[in-house]
């Protein structure tokens, strides 16, 4: 029975006033579902011999995204409002932000430039060409907070390295180089993009109360995105081991300006270590099994630079574990983390900040399998086009399987796959899924014209290898087979 091409098909339809002809809108709906059903790289070509139009106008589909004829914020508004509904009204919308490098085979691209190699090893940096993006994912719980989420990207923005002027270059050009490369900055991308989110979610009657909680990584802990946190908007980060936080001011001067931080208080790597400060235990929810976690609080810190921001600080010990059941115990790094809500449980600021580790899950499937660094692209608007509309056709699956409630035990798993503990459904599955889905389509009577027209569209050759080989053995092979003939 089909499940998520429904969903899939019904979710992508609510989007057709971001595109201004229908003609348009019609490529783009084979475009996105040749993306989920393409083996190997996803350039443009290969999406388009996926969706049975090479035989067409090959140009008419760079065009969409060359010429501005999509409008990617108004296709995010509508993943954004999808994310927040299926989020329960007692908790908040928590969203991870990062930026991800998408590798490049040359230098012309717009926005390429030689960036660190993050799969390189330690001990020799190596650089690789890629074009730099900042990623905005709302992760959607399954069942409160201690249940497994699913990160579904909710924007995606370019950061580019402005060009350095050369050695001819006037003093306009070099003010103007310097003001382009504080804009380009990652941390300013996301200070913006946090900005605009929250003015989304206020424009919204349904979301306008709902509380915002950010989740970053230590690259975004600092005074230009803690410096600008938004009305009702809470951000939690890892910060370093030396961080120098204070205590809130005892007593402000009776002349002169006020006092914003107090006297200093001991390193989080120090706290750590003194006895002093008392250890706790909490629960938190992670990999399919529940956790117990040792932790140490200090409510009420600043942080200098910052200015008069109160936080929490939340140390959490060393997690220990085994490489095999016999082996010695290993311990995990020390996690320091802040939070801009001294006033939120621990456990919560713990448990959301675990469940950011899905926004990395998800740049290693949209990398991966959906191939978001293939498209061979140049200039400015493709770029900025044609990779967030792939992450928007990844959010489109995820938040397919979510409304259609499939589960990854509903899947057939070859005997030699272990089941997975949380039954996260991966993007290679959920793609094998509704691949399936499509060539059972014509079986489907309710959505048999809609379905069997997108059939034809993916998979026109699937009936023709059929007839030809029906009297040989081809057609002894799976019927998946002959949809990637």
Known sequence: MNKVLPAFI??????????????????????????????????????????????????????????????????????????????????????????????RKGTKGHGVSLRRDPQGPKYRPNFIPGQRWVQLSALVPFNGYHSRVTAVPINMLHAPTPKKPGPKATDEQR?????????????TVGAEALKELRARMDEDPNSRHRRLVLTVDGGYMN???????PKNTTIIGRIRYDARLTKL?????????????GDPIPK?????????????????????????VRIKT?????????????FRLVVVAPTPYRLKKNGRTLYRNPAYILCSDPDMPVEQVVQLYIWRWEQEVAFREEKSYFGIGDPQVW?????????????????????????????????????????????????????????????????????GE??????????PMSDSITRRHQNSDIHQYPAWLYAMK
């Open 10 to 103: 019904l979710l992508h339809q609510q989007v057709r006033h971001a595109f201004g002809q229908d003609r348009t809108y019609e490529k783009s709906q084979q475009i996105a579902l040749a993306a989920t059903a393409t083996v190997g790289r996803h350039t443009i070509t290969g999406i388009i011999q996926t969706a049975g139009r090479s035989d067409k106008d090959w140009s008419a589909y760079y065009r969409i995204f060359e010429q501005n004829r999509i409008s990617m914020p108004q296709c995010w508004d509508t993943i954004l409002q999808q994310a927040i509904s299926l989020t329960p009204e007692n908790m908040p919308f928590v969203v991870a932000m990062d930026d991800t490098i998408t590798p």
């Open 175 to 187: 003010s103007q180089y310097k003001a382009d490369q504080k804009a380009c900055r990652v941390t």
């Open 450 to 459: 809609v379905v069997a027209r997108l059939q034809a569209s993916i998979h």
């Open 223 to 229: 005074k230009t995105i803690l410096t600008k946190i």
């Open 268 to 292: 989080p790597d120090l706290i750590r270590q003194d006895d002093s400060y008392e250890w706790e235990h909490i629960c938190v929810y992670s990999s399919g099994k529940f956790h117990v």
């Open 298 to 310: 200090v409510d009420r810190v600043r942080w200098k630079g910052v200015g008069a921001q109160d």
């Open 249 to 261: 001011p005892d007593k402000q001067p009776k002349t002169g300006k006020p006092r914003v931080y």
């Open 379 to 447: 200039c400015v608007n493709s770029v900025c086009n044609v990779i967030p509309f792939l992450v928007w056709v990844y959010s489109l699956m995820h938040l397919a399987a979510i409304i259609s409630g499939v589960k990854d035990e509903e899947l057939p798993r070859p005997k030699w796959q272990r089941r997975t503990i949380d039954g996260r459904l991966s993007t290679n599955r959920l793609a094998m899924f509704m691949r399936q889905e499509v060539i059972d389509a014509p079986h489907d009577r309710e959505y």
